[in-house]
């Protein structure tokens, strides 16, 4: 971390980089590393607080083997993502932006992922899956558990009017 803070370091500006560089090594930011950060370069812990607290991108504990994101852009809302993330989140044991007590799974509620004429939509990990219904969600998981990467949909940005192809329906 120290190594990290001295090839970045250069103003104050340079906090985003470094706490994007940590993330990357470590998986997420933790309080302690903020503190390490803080006495490193000076800047304000509260201020580094702020910044991964404020950035979506940014995690400040260490996520589960597979984070499952759910879109609750508004037209996944509308389509049923609050059911989706109740089913996930009582499938997993995970509260929303939290993780599992087995570790295995993070679910997190996030803006839009760019294809919401499919929704409700879920990643997982690199996946995304479309359409989602609270049974499909509750096979996702049981999928994941079994080490499973099958059911896959490709969904690509709406707005490009590029191709999508669901192959689990
Ligand atoms: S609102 Fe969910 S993908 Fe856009």
Redesign the pocket.
Known sequence: MDQIVHENYLDLGSAIVILQQIQDAFGYVAPYMLERVAALTGIPTGELYSIVTFYAQFRTEPIGENLIQV?H?????LAG?EKISEVLENETGARDGRTSPDRKFTVKKVA?????S????VTVNDETHAKITPEKARKLVQQKRQGCSCGTITCEDDQAQKEVAAVDE
Request: hydrophobic share 25%.
């Open positions: 879109c852009g508004t037209a996944c809302h993502a839009c992922l760019g294809c919401c499919h929704g409700p939509v």
